[in-house]
């Protein structure tokens, strides 16, 4: 038997369609959920303790970039590369987080909260 949201319950009469498709209801939702996750997912990466900041998407896209005011100190070139290593960082951070809301789609298991997204 299926149902969706508002949806009633439907049965093909046959126990074994009627399994293959709740595995497919649940397998439709898991993929879902994993779709939002990854969309809220972000990496966050920092360097020159923590003077500056880079938030990425999964994919690597910056999507913040915070400088306190006193990593301005460093230098234009110094500071290039806070910033350079600190998207790199973040870069890595969003793979695991990525890998985490991906990996119970290919074991089957349930959503890790090891990582906030």
Do not use: C, K, N, Y
């Amino acid at each position: 038997m299926t149902t969706g949201p508002g949806e009633r319950p439907f049965t093909s009469g046959d126990p074994q369609v009627d399994e293959v498709l709740e595995a497919l209801a649940a397998q439709s939702a898991m993929f879902e959920a994993a779709g939002r996750r990854m969309a809220e997912t972000r990496g966050q990466g920092e360097a020159e303790d923590g003077r500056v900041v880079v938030e990425v998407s999964p994919g690597g896209s910056l999507v913040s970039l915070r400088i306190d005011p006193r990593a301005m100190r460093l230098g234009s070139e110094a500071l290039a590369e806070a910033i350079i290593a600190a998207a790199r960082q973040a870069e890595q951070d969003a793979a695991r987080r990525a890998e985490a809301v991906m990996l119970p789609l290919v074991t089957g298991s349930e959503p890790s909260d090891g990582f906030a997204t």
